[in-house]
RNA sequence: GGAGGGGUGGCCGAGUGGUUGAAGGCGCACGAUUCGAAAUCGUGUAUCCUCCUAAUCGGGGAUCGUGGGUUCAAAUCCCACCCCCUCCGCCA
């Protein structure tokens, strides 16, 4: 959610963000009218309610002093009529520029490419080189499915399709990557949060997944509960209505969950494997911080979690995402990308975004100068990791010709010390 | 699921329908005292919206879990919902 100032102030930074975001703008006049007539209601509304205080301590008083209230009691109430009229005008309007106002995206960092797809989108860099393989390189699910570590088969039959069944070495390769993940984060100071999976529908808008997203998600209607599509709904909840001293920033925390998304829109592509599945599991990172350290933040965000693919040892680039491939709630976006061999393409495993206040002011979390001043703080969400691409490029970088797989070094510990997932009958 | 109790400021806690945005205490900040500290004393200490101002100051409105209702007037009365606690039932 975005300053509504900005509507009175400024309203062409607001045009200019639609812009660049290819939305239309026309919008803003609509709600540059809508905001002064809300306003000049509670400003009728205000003065009325003065003058009836006014009359009501007025009142309170001549009784003190028994005196007559008639004439005062016929003043209130006449003033009553007029409250009513106007106070049953600004509900309707209020709302309706308040749900309009929910739907506007935040506004790009000045440093975002401006573009209107994924094609204008800038790698920034790229570690490592991906490997020569002399044999083809396949793809993960003919790998897991042979070597017995995954099967979509029977998770079809269970779940139906974009689920997927880990076994085995699969289970235990996808618990390592957690306590892996959730290990090297902790050594970066964020601290650990194990939440629900299941929300209310109010902390879902402080996140931004509501109002516009709804068809993404999972709902349990007879609890009036949604599954969470990322453990970041949770942490931009962490401080809802509190305010935080400027000395207690920044904070940085980490929640491993599952995560659970319809997927709607996205028929027939990627369906096989787990490319995209409708759960997942992931290691969210999240700060708050004061706004004029977000964007560094976000670099040694992003930065860390590199680090975990680094020590994976597994080549990926970083993309920085231009204005209209941005995420609704995103100022500024890097995407990291995991190579897959057996695929052919790169895949986002990790998303970094600071989102500004868009998140602090859905969530009435607010910071407090040394000097007392109250402001907005910025928050920032990234993965650290989500494990479904990491577990793809692992398969698929790690192969061998036998089919065979090697698991990372830095994993090793967390897998009883075996250093390579063989086919069923060599085990 | 059934029965009962409760939600007031950073925290504890008072509050007869009318100068209560809210006593008192704790905490915190600043000042005095002190060589320094403790103790003591003094002052201050919620948030949101809005108007005025260059800004400070100041004016007005709103907020005592949330939303509605009664009333000239609601923290206080009524209704609904949310949350917490206790007991019973069920249960990993």
């Not at 003033?79 to 209020?94: G, M, Q, Y």
């Not at 975002?112 to 570690?127: A, D, I, K, L």
Request: aromatic residues 10%; proline residues 5%.
């Amino acid at each position: 959610m975005l300053d509504r100032k900005l509507l009175r102030e400024n309203p062409e930074i607001l045009r200019d963000a639609l812009r660049k975001r290819n939305y239309d703008i026309s919008v803003v006049e609509e709600l540059i009218s809508l905001e002064q007539q809300v306003r000049s209601l509670k400003r009728e509304i205000d003065d009325l309610r003065a003058e009836k205080n006014k009359i009501s301590k007025e009142i309170s008083k001549v009784r003190r002093e028994n005196g007559n209230v008639e004439t005062l009691m016929r003043e209130a109430k006449r003033l009553d009529d007029r409250l009513a009229e106007i106070e049953n005008k600004l509900p309707e309007k209020e709302s309706i520029l308040y749900e309009k106002w929910l739907y506007l995206p935040n506004i790009p960092h000045e440093s975002c490419p401006v573009g209107s797809s994924s094609e204008n989108n800038v790698v920034v860099r790229t570690w490592s080189k991906p490997r020569e393989f002399n044999f083809t390189p396949k793809p993960h699910w003919d790998l897991g499915e042979a070597l017995e570590i995954m099967d979509f088969k029977l998770a079809g039959e269970i779940s139906g399709s974009r689920f997927a069944i880990y076994k085995n070495e699969g289970a235990e390769l996808e618990r390592a990557l957690i306590n892996f993940f959730l290990d090297e984060n902790k050594k970066k100071g964020y601290q650990e949060i194990l939440p629900p999976t299941l929300v209310k529908e109010e902390a879902m808008y402080v996140s931004a997944h509501l109002p516009k997203f709804r068809e993404e998600m999972y709902y349990a209607s007879e609890d009036q509960l949604f599954l969470i599509p990322t453990a970041e709904t949770i942490l931009a909840n962490l401080y809802r209505d509190e305010i935080i001293e400027e000395s207690d920033l920044p904070q940085y925390f980490m929640a491993f969950t599952p995560c659970y998304r319809r997927e709607a829109g996205s028929y027939g592509k990627d369906v096989r494997g787990i490319i995209r599945v409708h759960q997942f599991n992931k290691v969210e990172l999240f700060k708050f911080t004061k706004p004029e350290d977000s964007y560094d933040e976000l670099e040694k965000m992003v930065n860390d979690a590199e680090d975990l693919l680094k020590l994976l040892g597994i080549p990926f680039r970083v993309v920085l995402l231009c204005t209209g491939d941005m995420g609704f709630a995103a100022s500024k976006t890097y995407d990291i990308e995991v190579w897959a061999p057996g695929l052919g393409r790169w895949l986002e495993a990790s998303s970094c975004s600071n989102t500004e206040t868009f998140q602090t002011r859905r969530a009435r979390t607010r910071m407090r100068r040394r000097d007392g001043k109250i402001e907005f703080p910025h928050a920032l969400n990234g993965s650290g990791l989500a494990t479904p691409r990491v577990f793809i490029s692992i398969l698929e970088n790690f192969q061998e010709k036998d089919g065979s797989v090697v698991i990372p070094e830095v994993l090793r510990p967390y897998m009883g010390g075996k250093d390579v997932i063989l086919p069923r009958k060599e085990r």
